[in-house]
């Protein structure tokens, strides 16, 4: 009785209902592709998610712009009549890029940068944004002089209201207590609490001929931002407050943002060799000998094969050994050839005494070995005729018995 319960319950018309129902619900309750925690959160002009800034990168190249996306390190000297946007890369640049940036400015460009704490730019440039986020409000937006563009920088400030930190200077040691911002720094967007404290939110410092920008939070270049135009009125509004506006080129650093062409090995070394003085050198070098080598190797006449002699098997050369020695009645030869393989196999310690020795220890040793050794001794010393020296072979193997009952 429970088999037939149990039978019904496990139909196919009752169990893919079932799975159905389980596979419906484990699709509905599993977690999105979109997870937080899965979305590259990475502020690059590549990125189209709304993290990214995909969406700044093409309204400023419809705007007039000319935009590129650097992906490469940045190395002296640097053209002076452009732009740099890093805008707050996973990887900071080296000391020998910052150098190489710093003074581009000071020739003329600009730098748009969100420096951390304890980078090179926040050490060059002596400003920082604070390591904690909160909660701020836009309170006013000033510039050198009261203008229209200050107003209307000011306006697309509060517009956008996407700043969750502020700039602070950095400390020049641990007694410092008072620490303030340098020279020639403008403050161009402040932001407020709820307690009324009131920060620097943008700064525009001025250094040399170009100057640098330095922005506490670029959330309102994101893509979630822009689409409602008030992240980007606000970048438009700062660019042309540091003196960037159009026709200036602006470069994004994509390089530090993961977008390096020479992070591979592949990258590297194409750059070594045709990139460089030396790489086309060497690679000119190689091809030549390439050539080189093919020219000596050609022949314009095939080469003769070599006639190569077949070896005879061993028992193709027994054979020929014996007809040799049967040709010149070679009987004493091929008698101290048997004793010599005698002497291997049953040394007796005789060790370098001559045959005649040697046949007169195996007489004393073994004394029924008088007539073969006799026998040898004879063959030894006289040529015999063929039929008297098969008498030898007969004798060898009386004293191999004999030696070995």
Request: glycine share 8%; charged share 20%; with cysteine.
């Amino acid at each position: 009785m429970p088999s037939r319960s149990l039978d019904r319950w496990l139909r196919p018309r009752v169990v893919l209902p079932v799975l159905g129902v389980l596979l419906v619900a484990a699709v509905i309750a599993s977690p999105g592709g979109n997870a937080g925690g899965d979305l590259d959160q990475r502020l690059t002009t590549y990125g189209t998610n709304p993290f990214g800034a995909k969406a700044q990168y093409d309204v400023l190249r419809r705007l007039g712009w000319t935009v590129t996306q650097r992906r490469s390190v940045f190395r002296a000297p640097l053209d002076s009549s452009v732009t740099y946007l890093l805008l707050d890369p996973p990887i900071d640049p080296s000391a020998t890029e910052v150098s190489a940036l710093l003074d581009a400015v000071r020739r003329g460009a600009t730098l748009v940068v969100s420096p951390e704490a304890g980078s090179g730019l926040a050490d060059s440039l002596r400003i920082r944004r604070s390591r904690y986020p909160q909660h701020f409000d836009v309170a006013r937006s000033d510039s050198e002089a009261p203008s229209d563009r200050g107003t209307s920088l000011n306006a697309a400030a509060i517009g956008a209201r996407e700043f969750s930190r502020t700039l602070v200077p950095v400390r020049t040691s641990e007694q410092d207590t008072a620490p303030v911002f340098p020279p020639a720094t403008t403050t161009l967007v402040s932001v407020s609490t709820d307690s009324g404290h009131t920060a620097p939110a943008v700064m525009l410092r001025r250094l040399g001929n170009g100057a640098a920008l330095v922005v506490a939070d670029f959330e309102f270049l994101r893509n979630a931002n822009v689409r409602d135009t008030t992240g980007m009125i606000l970048a438009v509004r700062l660019l042309e407050e540091a003196g960037s506006g159009p026709p200036r080129r602006l470069d994004f650093d994509e390089y530090h943002q993961g977008f390096g062409e020479s992070t591979t090995l592949l990258g590297v070394i194409g750059h070594a060799l045709f990139e460089t003085a030396a790489g086309r050198v060497g690679v000119q070098v190689s091809i030549a000998c390439v050539v080189l080598l093919l020219v000596i190797g050609m022949r314009p006449i095939l080469p003769r094969e070599r006639q190569s002699i077949e070896r005879r098997s061993p028992l193709e050369h027994v054979g020929a050994l014996t007809l040799a020695y049967e040709q010149i009645h070679a009987t004493r030869l091929a008698t101290s050839r048997l004793l010599r393989g005698l002497r291997r196999r049953h040394p007796l310690g005789a060790g370098s005494l001559a045959d005649d020795g040697y046949l007169t220890m195996l007489t004393q040793r073994v004394p029924v070995t008088g007539p073969d050794v006799a026998v040898l001794q004879r063959a030894l010393t006289q040529q015999l005729p063929a039929a008297d020296w098969v008498a030898v072979g007969s004798a060898i193997d009386h004293i191999e018995r004999a030696i070995t009952p």
